[in-house]
């Protein structure tokens, strides 16, 4: 096997790695797992057409893709903080703050749809 494709590869296997980790360890994002389970079930039994669920399908991953990203935040500014600090505090906050948005927006569009 070439180096390219070992890297491809490689790239893949860290990738599930990351989502794994955030299932594993990250509370909050098993929660928008559990949620995001019971709104594809409702959305199936209530039998909403495919542009709807397809709605639904990228506003669920566009909050889980925010958690995930506020975790990297997160445990970035862990990393680096060697004791309070205002900035990493207001860093950690507004990724948590992204999060809360795009959870708020998508239970918007749930009830819109």
Do not use: P, W
């Not at 925010?66 to 507004?94: P, R, W």
Request: aromatic share 6%.
């Amino acid at each position: 096997m070439n180096n390219k494709l070992k890297r491809l590869i490689n790239s893949f296997r860290y990738a599930f790695h990351g989502i794994g980790s955030c299932i594993r360890y990250e509370r909050n994002f098993r929660i928008h797992m559990v949620i995001a389970l019971y709104v594809i079930a409702a959305a199936v039994a209530m039998q909403v057409s495919r542009v709807e669920f397809c709605v639904l399908v990228l506003t669920i991953g566009n909050v889980l893709v925010m958690e995930m990203l506020n975790t990297a935040v997160e445990k970035t500014v862990d990393l680096s903080k060697t004791g309070i600090n205002h900035t990493a505090k207001i860093a950690k906050d507004v990724a948590a703050g992204a999060v809360l948005v795009s959870a708020i927006i998508s239970i918007v569009i749930g009830a819109a749809l």
